[in-house]
């Protein structure tokens, strides 16, 4: 069957079981302006695999402390989403990070029995506390009672993480082999990070530390330059017509 026969019949077996989920607010910086660049291109790739879509401009957790940091938003907004079960799979994907192919279900990256997949990103030379890590720019879940157990956990442990807050987290919990049965090192396609872990056929084009940390327009320009690079509008209308 013709590959484009294939995502017909594909498509057309699917509710809407999955959620493709961002979040982003002006802390320190515009940052919603790349989530405003970005939700038509996801809104698109979401409808098209039967998918829903939110992105969350609003603060999750309201708190005095000075240490907050609002990377923890995401992991108590993964958690009610998993609490409340409407969902299969939930796609966590990074403001700096952009579909470019629209030809792959991101269902299709977590193998059968898994619950939770991340890529793996090398060490940085000469950065100590950048060793080889479970990136979290993007989270393939699978909402089960394994998964639901696992975010709980990261949750209980909040603020406990810099400088990575959550992704030490759930780095630090990953060390603990009972969660292997639940996780995959997920296929660098879905997050490929310019310069790290670039993959020949990206699905998500990720740029996760480049530019300063709060230099919105540096990841911005290069996730534009990448939509022009793969044709992404083409495939936008593409799906559309």
Same mark, same amino acid.
């Given at each position: 069957?013709?590959?484009?026969?294939?995502? +017909?019949? $594909? +498509?057309?077996?699917?509710?809407?079981?999955?959620?493709?989920?961002?979040? %982003?607010?002006?802390?320190?910086?515009?940052?919603? +302006?790349?989530?405003?660049?970005?939700?038509?291109? !996801?809104?698109?790739?979401?409808?098209?695999?039967?998918?829903?879509?939110?992105?969350?401009?609003?603060?999750?957790?309201?708190?005095?402390?000075?240490?907050?940091?609002?990377?923890? *938003? $995401?992991?108590?907004?993964?958690?009610?989403?998993?609490? &409340?079960?409407?969902?299969?799979?939930?796609?966590?994907?990074?403001?700096? %990070?952009?579909?470019?192919?629209?030809?792959?279900?991101?269902?299709?990256?977590?193998?059968?029995?898994?619950?939770?997949?991340?890529?793996?990103?090398?060490?940085?030379?000469? !950065?100590?506390?950048?060793?080889?890590?479970?990136? %979290?720019?993007?989270?393939?879940?699978? %909402?089960?009672?394994?998964?639901?157990?696992?975010?709980?956990?990261?949750?209980? $442990? +909040?603020?406990?993480?810099?400088?990575?807050?959550?992704? *030490?987290?759930?780095?630090?919990?990953?060390?603990?082999?009972?969660?292997? &049965?639940?996780?995959?090192?997920?296929? *660098?396609?879905?997050?490929?990070?310019?310069?790290?872990?670039?993959?020949?056929?990206?699905?998500?084009?990720?740029?996760?530390?480049?530019?300063?940390? !709060? *230099?919105?327009?540096?990841?911005?320009?290069?996730?534009? &330059?990448?939509?022009?690079?793969?044709?992404?509008?083409?495939?936008? &209308?593409?799906?559309?017509?």
């Amino acid at each position: 069957m013709p590959k484009g026969a294939e995502q +017909r019949e $594909r +498509r057309t077996r699917m509710d809407n079981n999955a959620l493709f989920l961002q979040s %982003c607010i002006n802390w320190q910086a515009e940052m919603t +302006r790349a989530l405003d660049w970005l939700e038509p291109i !996801h809104r698109a790739y979401a409808e098209y695999w039967n998918m829903d879509y939110f992105a969350n401009r609003e603060i999750i957790i309201e708190t005095d402390d000075p240490e907050y940091n609002p990377a923890w *938003d $995401r992991i108590k907004l993964m958690m009610d989403l998993l609490d &409340e079960g409407k969902y299969e799979y939930i796609f966590w994907v990074d403001h700096d %990070c952009v579909v470019v192919d629209f030809s792959t279900d991101l269902r299709t990256g977590l193998d059968d029995g898994k619950d939770l997949a991340l890529v793996m990103h090398p060490g940085i030379p000469g !950065h100590p506390q950048m060793g080889a890590h479970f990136n %979290c720019g993007v989270m393939l879940l699978r %909402c089960t009672e394994r998964t639901k157990d696992f975010f709980h956990q990261v949750w209980d $442990r +909040r603020f406990s993480g810099p400088p990575w807050y959550e992704q *030490d987290v759930i780095n630090g919990l990953l060390r603990d082999l009972s969660w292997m &049965e639940m996780f995959q090192i997920a296929d *660098d396609k879905f997050n490929s990070t310019l310069r790290v872990n670039d993959s020949p056929t990206p699905v998500v084009a990720a740029f996760h530390g480049h530019g300063s940390h !709060h *230099d919105v327009d540096a990841r911005l320009n290069l996730m534009k &330059e990448a939509y022009e690079h793969y044709n992404v509008e083409k495939q936008i &209308e593409t799906v559309k017509g």
